[in-house]
């Protein structure tokens, strides 16, 4: 049964970076038929899809974020990475990594994350 | 692109229906039939229980069924139970690997 853990500081400063870790377990991030996600939830908010990793190395991220967005995989520890950059408090939020069901760019996440509870504040 | 459209909000007693919209536009619900539907009970993580607009995952009751009609995709939820008391999220794809998703609905079972 794949799962997956987000890791990574709590608090971030403004106009820092945002790195989170998300290791997986029960399956292989090198897999290349699966691409690999991030999404977060703003307080008291829906949903918002960061962007995702596809096999072939292409990351697609949302056009309001795509400027301040890299994810990464470390297939040596099984880790997808997201790092957002010049963050402001507007940033505050949970974040899931998360893989589709299938293999398919329109297939939606059924593998999620617990979610890690990041706070941008001086 | 704008997030999808749902009430914020919804209700109903024990036993009875309910169903929730999600608006979208040609873009994104009128344009592929992949809508996905998303439960979230508090503190939880998402959990995937539609998917291509009318397909449950596995393990998801037959109670929830899912629609569309134009840009406007549906979740149903039959025979109400306690335990499907939680905020409901829509996503679909929006084309050139775009994902969008609904700022959510909350549904109480009164």
């Known amino acids: 049964q794949l799962q997956m853990q987000e890791s990574g500081p709590g608090l971030v400063k403004p106009s820092e970076t945002l790195s989170l870790t998300c290791t997986v377990s029960?399956?292989?991030?090198?897999?290349?038929?699966?691409?690999w996600g991030w999404i977060r939830q703003s307080p008291g908010k829906g949903l918002a899809w960061i962007g995702t990793?596809?096999?072939?190395?292409?990351?697609y991220s949302s056009p309001s974020l795509e400027s301040r967005v890299a994810i990464s995989v470390d297939t040596s520890k099984n880790h997808l990475s997201l790092r957002l950059s010049s963050v402001t408090a507007a940033d505050t939020g949970v974040y899931y990594c998360?893989?589709?069901?299938?293999?398919?760019?329109?297939?939606?996440?059924?593998?999620w994350g617990q979610g890690i509870l990041v706070t941008v504040s001086s | 692109q704008s997030a999808l459209t749902q009430p914020p909000s919804a209700s109903g007693s024990p036993g009875q229906s309910v169903t929730i919209s999600c608006t979208g536009t040609?873009?994104?619900?009128?344009?592929?039939?992949?809508v996905s539907w998303y439960q979230q009970h508090p503190g939880k993580a998402p959990k995937l229980i539609i998917y291509?607009?009318?397909e449950r995952s596995s393990g998801v009751p037959g109670r929830f069924s899912g629609s569309k009609s134009g840009n406007t995709a549906s979740l149903t939820v039959s025979g109400l139970q306690a335990e499907d008391e939680a905020d409901y999220y829509c996503?679909?794809?929006?084309?050139?690997?775009?994902?969008?998703f609904g700022g959510g609905t909350k549904l109480t079972v009164l």
């Open positions: 998360a893989r589709p069901r299938g293999p398919q760019q329109m297939d939606p996440f059924g593998y």
């Open positions: 029960g399956g292989s991030i090198s897999s290349n038929i699966y691409s």
């Open positions: 990793l596809y096999h072939s190395g292409i990351t």
């Open positions: 040609t873009s994104d619900i009128g344009g592929y039939n992949y």
């Open positions: 291509e607009v009318i």
């Open positions: 996503s679909s794809y929006a084309g050139n690997y775009n994902v969008v």
